[in-house]
């Protein structure tokens, strides 16, 4: 008799046991289903943006928005991303182009797996009239592969003026200026925000190159009265 309530409290344990274990998995479960249906409810602009979140908490990623691609076939990416030789189907790549760095992140170990410097050309937007833009973009010719052009067309360009957008192209700034017989602005014309790919801003003005605006106060020395 005490063999068989011993039995039955045996199966009873057992049977809680495997309730908690059966809890435990439908939980694990739903959670992960829910994060899914969150994730496909996700615009990719947002995927990305909780992507970068979460990479930011183990590694300082460049502070602008990059171009996320997702690793689906390994030994293709590898071919076109040789050093990269350790890339898995799953990885997410990182290009950031200001910043000249691709970031490869693996999610499922939560690190960054590798990082790469990138050679890219620098993007130069030219704003104006479409006429002195493509005048501007004929003399910008002369730097080759070296930089990208992008057109804006904007009315109501005044001056012509060479602005570095972040500041961190000084000597390509200074290049691109010197060529078109531009100065180097301060700031950009009110109301114009550049591209987000865009590093240098070449405000082209139809009425000429100079940044400087025309005085409109008299100079006393040339324009006194001559005397009898």
């Known amino acids: ?13 057992l049977n809680i046991v495997a309730l908690i274990g059966l809890t435990a998995s439908t939980t694990v ?3 992960k289903n829910k994060d899914l249906n969150e994730q496909v409810g996700l615009t990719s602009e947002e995927q990305n943006k909780r992507l970068v979140a979460e990479i930011n908490e183990v590694y300082d990623l460049p502070d602008e928005e990059p171009v996320v691609a997702k690793v689906t076939d390994a ?8 050093v990269f030789d350790n890339a898995q189907v799953g990885d997410y790549l ?3 182009r200001k910043a000249r760095l691709n970031v490869l992140y693996r999610q499922s170990d939560k690190k960054v797996v590798k990082t790469a410097d990138v050679v890219v050309p620098i993007t130069v937007e030219l704003i104006g009239s479409e006429a002195a833009m493509t005048a501007a973009e004929e003399a910008l010719k002369e730097f080759g592969n070296q930089i990208t052009v992008v057109k804006t067309k904007t009315d109501g360009i005044t001056q012509s003026f060479v602005f570095d957008v972040d500041q961190d192209q000084k000597e390509e700034t200074d290049s691109v200026a010197k060529q078109l017989s ?12 550049p591209g987000a790919q865009t590093e240098i801003v070449v405000a082209v003005s139809s009425a000429g190159s100079s940044t400087q605006p025309v005085s409109s106060t008299p100079d006393p020395a040339t324009t006194a009265e001559q005397q009898p």
């Open 1 to 13: 008799m005490a063999r068989v309530r011993t039995t039955k409290r045996v199966l009873m344990i």
């Open 29 to 31: 479960l739903f959670l």
């Open 94 to 96: 990182l290009f950031f």
């Open 182 to 193: 531009y100065e180097v602005g301060t700031t950009l014309p009110a109301g114009f925000t």
């Open 75 to 82: 030994d293709e990416f590898k071919k076109q991303y040789a």
